[in-house]
């Protein structure tokens, strides 16, 4: 054994000095490729074939950057011996090999990712900088949060900064962002509370005994809502800490192109740098211009959280927040009037718009329709208090009512005015303050980039953001290409009776393809588990919108019935991988759902045919 290991030391010592010898004998060879490293801005030692070093002289060239490469493969045994002198110096035994202003870049995929988080760009101006973060995310919504998570899995150091500020009246909230807090998720556990009291009305059909009045806790609803949304901010910690992210509880705004300020609750100052910037700060409810809006009215921000029962309740706006809203507020038994300037659920398909309304209004929502607030005055203190609200309808007559809460859902405005993002260089949308971005969510400048609903043109939906943000991340620190799709993305509006889509309305169809190249197949049909008690008979609608001239292909899918989510999210699939009529009706359904309509659908608009009410 002592031999052995004597020998395995000799051994060592041997080939130590060869390496030794080795390298003394490539000292020209070094000199020579150090000499071509330092003398050219940017130098490639490249092979003619290689495919990965053509795409690198392309990446240089796309930016008119000027660049010296060898071709190794075309200079014989020189060749060889600088690709060994290169293995040598980086431990790289691939090409291409990139150095950039004496700096080591590395091969194909190190260069393009630099290029692409802006490494290579500091590198050709002089060197590279030095910054306390490698990206910075402005807003700890689903995007962000989602964003933060996918770069710090990449290596990539973060920071997340997160501020809310105070409605109005004074509520605000935890991490998490709209959809958490004062979105999605409240309103779909208030839509299921609503929900609960149309299946009291139903249970004597299935032989449950109920007592003659079941009464709706308002408070408990709202505490039990709460303490689950809390439960979900602490989550959110949890997770930032526990993968390295750095959480900042801060209003942050540009102070220089690569610099935060962000100022606390106590306003005390913190001051960070990154290379990259992705801002995901979301939007906030508008307000009228009108006497009384901000003082006694209110938004959805604080709807899911009002400690007191709203009563009778006007909703101001028809977009899905104030269709919504109206719904669940009906279903537990509120009254609710819906104050409408034009038409329902805008860039939705209006026929479904249309028997949404329809439904609702069956359930004693009432409508004003073509009627705008001119003023809100309070009659009496008390929570809730009284309200006078005055409209103005379309014939210039006017509408007097009064309620005891007033909710305005008419529309949303992007949290940047405050941002200072003007001040270098990224432009907005005027109307709306929403940044303007490219397909790759990219701003007017280079290292700032926006997800979610802050973008101008895009869909305002959670999925879409946290999509966006996934793969953002991926193209700024991997070789990935790949894009937010933003045209099949699959929604639902959360009204009593739910409406499920993805891709075109028929409004939008036919303006695209021409009304001669448009089918529309639908049926009404009625969902089993309503025929006992004659719930919202011929209420349920689903259709299927085909371009004739392309087989049939189905662009948009849309469905009004209950668990519309569930049935779009699965059909959604198809409409994305681009699936024929004929496709649908060669699919087996599951009996009895409402979903296996979609597969025995076979009446055309263009028919005339009769599409009443079907069960199984």
């Not at 003007?422 to 303050?433: A, E, L, R, T, Y």
């Not at 953001?465 to 699959?490: F, H, M, W």
């Amino acid at each position: 054994m002592r031999w052995i290991g004597f020998s395995a030391r000799l051994l060592r010592s041997y080939c130590s000095a060869q390496k030794v010898t080795r390298y003394s004998t490539m000292a020209p060879i070094i000199d020579k490729v150090d000499s071509l490293i330092q003398s050219n801005r940017i130098m490639i030692f490249s092979k003619s074939y290689c495919p990965f070093c053509n795409k690198v002289k392309s990446l240089f060239e796309s930016h008119n950057e000027i660049f010296n490469a060898i071709e190794l493969d075309l200079m014989g045994a020189e060749g060889e011996s600088i690709q060994e002198a290169l293995i040598a110096k980086t431990n790289q035994k691939t090409v291409p090999n990139v150095f950039v202003n004496g700096h080591h870049v590395g091969g194909c995929d190190a260069t393009v990712i630099a290029s692409k988080e802006g490494k290579l760009k500091e590198l050709l101006e002089g060197g590279p900088k030095e910054y306390d973060y490698d990206l910075a995310i402005i807003g700890g919504g689903s995007g962000g949060i989602a964003a933060s998570k996918e770069a710090a899995a990449l290596g990539k150091k973060v920071v997340v900064f997160d501020f809310v500020k105070p409605t109005p009246v004074g509520t605000t909230w935890g991490l998490g962002g709209t959809c958490v807090n004062v979105g999605c998720i409240p309103k779909k556990l208030m839509h299921k509370a609503a929900l609960f009291g149309e299946d009291f009305n139903d249970a004597p059909y299935f032989g449950w005994e109920m007592p003659e009045k079941v009464n709706h806790n308002w408070n408990k609803m709202v505490e039990e809502i709460q303490m689950y949304l809390k439960s979900l901010n602490f989550g959110y910690r949890t997770t930032l800490r526990e993968k390295g992210i750095t959480y900042v509880n801060a209003y942050a705004t540009f102070k220089e192109p690569n610099k935060i300020e962000a100022f606390d609750k106590k306003s005390k100052a913190t001051e960070v740098t990154a290379r990259n910037f992705i801002v995901a700060v979301g939007g906030r409810p508008r307000y009228p211009n009108i006497p009384g809006a901000i003082e006694y009215g209110i938004t959805s921000d604080d709807l899911f959280s009002l400690p007191y029962c709203p009563g009778k309740t006007l909703l101001v706006g028809a977009s899905y927040i104030a269709l919504e809203c109206a719904g669940f507020l009906r279903g537990v038994g509120l009254d609710v009037t819906v104050m409408v300037r034009s038409i329902f659920l805008r860039g939705f398909d209006q026929q479904m718009a249309e028997l949404i309304g329809q439904q609702m209004e069956s359930h004693g929502t009432k409508f004003v329709r073509g009627c705008v607030p001119v003023s809100v005055e309070k009659i009496q203190d008390g929570t809730p208090g009284l309200l006078k609200v005055t409209g103005k309808l379309n014939d210039g007559s006017e509408y007097v009512d009064e309620f005891n809460t007033v909710i305005f859902a008419i529309g949303r405005d992007a949290c940047t005015p405050s941002l200072n993002l003007d001040q270098f260089g990224v432009k907005f949308n005027p109307s709306n303050g929403k940044i303007i971005a490219d397909e790759r969510e990219k701003s007017t400048v280079d290292h700032i980039h926006a997800i979610g609903d802050v973008i101008d043109g895009k869909l305002e939906l959670t999925p879409v953001a946290i999509q966006a943000g996934k793969l953002l991340v991926r193209r700024l620190y991997t070789t990935s290409e790949v894009l937010t799709d933003y045209v099949n993305v699959p929604t639902t509006v959360f009204t009593p009776l739910e409406y499920g889509c993805v891709g075109l309305s028929e409004e939008d169809a036919l303006a695209k393809y021409g009304p001669e190249n448009i089918e529309v197949y639908h049926t009404h049909f009625q969902p089993l588990e309503y025929t006992l008690s004659k719930r919202d008979e011929f209420k349920s609608y689903g259709k299927l919108v085909c371009v004739k001239n392309e087989k049939n292909r189905v662009v948009g899918f849309h469905v009004l019935g209950p668990n519309a989510g569930e049935i779009t999210q699965g059909y959604a699939l198809g409409i994305k991988l681009g699936a024929t009529k004929a496709d649908f009706a060669n699919l087996i359904g599951i009996h009895p759902t409402c979903a296996e309509n979609f597969t025995t659908m076979d009446i055309s608009k263009a028919s005339g045919l009769s599409v009443a009410k079907k069960s199984c």
